[in-house]
T-cell receptor, first 114, second 111 residues
């Protein structure tokens, strides 16, 4: 399967713990995006990378959130000191073409904070 | 953050019926896209529109980019049970890489 891969698919954690999600994009795609989706809502943009450079961050991305893409391939999204409001589906997407909106999404990582 | 107004919120139809849903925005977009999301999965791109007034088809799906650049609609003809899912519109501003999504239209199809 050469699509966008995310893991873990599900994560249950206690409030205050740190969690990390990984995304492996489609190999020839140089753009990688993180979105967050809560129940009954559409995906909301968090951040995106072109190669290893983080080019934009949403105001939704508080200082407890950090994303990296160290070698321009896979990316990690870490949430420190999780809160119940962080419970959501975290979606990763990649694209090959700039500014077309044609994103290929992974299956998502569902986070539940107890 | 800004979200698009998508309607209807949900639809329950009989197999074989045609479906229409739309999306409006207070701001202009340069690109309109329609995605479908199945339960527990990520969204999948259905149709992308790049020009005001553009009408594009993908099988039984047809979408249009509104002439004002502030709206778009999606039609599904002769619905089948596998059309069940949540349909999201998304807009992209000129020069930006990020997308703004609507809240989705949930479609249920009865066999």
């Amino acid at each position: 399967d050469t699509g966008v891969s995310q893991n873990p698919r599900h994560k249950i954690t206690k409030r205050g713990q740190n969690v990390t999600f990984r995304c492996d994009p489609i190999s020839e795609h140089n753009r990688l995006y993180w979105y967050r989706q809560t129940l009954g809502q559409g995906p909301e943009f968090l951040t995106y990378f072109q190669n290893e450079a983080q080019l934009e961050k949403s105001r939704l991305l508080s200082d407890r959130f950090s994303a990296e893409r160290p070698k321009g391939s896979f990316s990690t999204l870490e949430i420190q000191r999780t809160e119940q409001g962080d419970s959501a589906m975290y979606l990763c997407a990649s694209s090959a073409t700039a500014n077309t909106g044609e994103l290929f999404f992974g299956e998502g990582s569902r986070l539940t904070v107890l | 953050g800004q979200q698009l107004n998508q309607s209807p919120q949900s639809m329950f139809i009989q197999e074989g019926e045609d479906v229409s849903m739309n999306c409006t925005s207070s701001s202009i977009f340069n690109t309109w896209l329609w995605y479908k999301q199945d339960p527990g999965e990520g969204p999948v791109l259905l149709i992308a529109l790049y020009k005001a007034g553009e009408l594009t088809s993908n099988g039984r799906l047809t979408a249009q980019f509104g002439i004002t650049r502030k709206d778009s609609f999606l039609n599904i003809s002769a619905s089948i049970p596998s059309d069940v899912g949540i349909y999201f519109c998304a807009g992209q501003h000129s020069g930006y890489s990020t997308l703004t999504f609507g809240k989705g239209t949930m479609l249920l199809v009865s066999p």
